[in-house]
């Protein structure tokens, strides 16, 4: 994989799309759409092809908040179809090479601790997350992934497939700095995005944490919000997609709360029945079929 991101050094930039990789017909007018629009941004790691539906975090589903653009940012590499300009790519190895012996533990998520050390995407993660860099993704994808049984499939799945682009069209995008719509490696919106849509949060000094799993001893704001249950400040329902909606529209209820870190319990949530059904559109009478409880 390595030596594939080091094609750019030839090339200028590549689009590398592996063998269980499917892409849209559109997606090499997309990719280089977007890398010349990005290209002067240092805080952009690369370019996205699959746009996911699926948090790698949480195990959950993803909805990111809808924006006027094609594109949203989040700060994940994206593996199932992407695109790098040489400058993106050095800069990464630059960074590997000169973090060899790092800890990365307790800069990435708990789950990404437990990925082999022979996972390239362990690594741009925790390059990422040390250098506050994002990934350019699209709202719909112009890639998919078939899951193939292999190195890191013992079966055939359909988990990951997903929709994908199959008309032209002249892609739009906007500086970072403008968008919403920018995520962190949980597949949280960032706190001062989360209060320019909900202004009546007030101040952007919390954790976002509505999926209920991040590791709450690496954070030091002074407020939090997040499923997890806690004495709150406030609360909302989670009824509306995708679930910052709750809090954007201000539909109050019980789901969501807003709180003090400090009164927060920092064991993170269970995956549940009603976490299933609400992040994957299933009814409870599927999950008994299912015998799941």
Not at 244 to 265: R, S, T, W
Request: proline content about 6%.
């Amino acid at each position: 994989m390595l030596r594939s991101g080091d094609l750019t050094e030839e090339y200028g930039s590549i689009i590398l799309l592996e063998d269980d990789i499917y892409p849209s017909p559109h997606f090499y007018n997309y990719a280089a759409s977007a890398l010349d629009y990005y290209q002067d941004d240092d805080r952009i790691a690369g370019i996205s092809l699959y746009s996911p539906q699926y948090n790698e975090t949480s195990f959950m589903g993803f909805r990111p908040m809808q924006d006027d653009v094609d594109a949203y940012f989040l700060a994940l590499p994206s593996s199932w179809g992407q695109a790098w300009t040489w400058e993106q790519w050095r800069r990464f190895k630059a960074w590997y090479d000169a973090n060899a012996d790092k800890d990365i533990a307790p800069i990435v998520p708990p789950n990404v601790r437990l990925w082999p050390e022979s996972s390239w995407k362990k690594y741009f993660i925790a390059y990422m997350c040390d250098s506050n860099l994002f990934f350019v993704y699209p709202y719909l994808s112009f890639s998919t992934n078939f899951s193939d049984i292999g190195v890191n499939h013992k079966t055939n799945s359909t988990r990951f497939q997903v929709p994908i682009h199959m008309f032209p069209k002249e892609y739009v995008f906007k500086p970072m700095d403008e968008s919403l719509c920018v995520y962190d490696e949980y597949c949280e919106l960032l706190p001062d995005r989360f209060v320019r849509l909900a202004p009546h949060l007030g101040d952007s000094d919390l954790v976002v944490d509505l999926y209920g799993v991040k590791d709450l001893n690496q954070f030091q704001a002074t407020h939090i919000l997040t499923s997890r249950p806690m004495p709150a400040l406030a609360s909302w329902s989670k009824d509306l997609k995708p679930h910052e909606l709750n809090v954007v529209c201000d539909i109050k209820g019980n789901g969501l709360n807003y709180g003090l870190l400090c009164d927060c319990d920092k064991t993170p949530l269970n995956i549940n029945a009603e976490s299933v059904c609400y992040y994957y559109n299933v009814s409870r009478r599927v999950l008994r079929w299912c015998r799941i409880d």
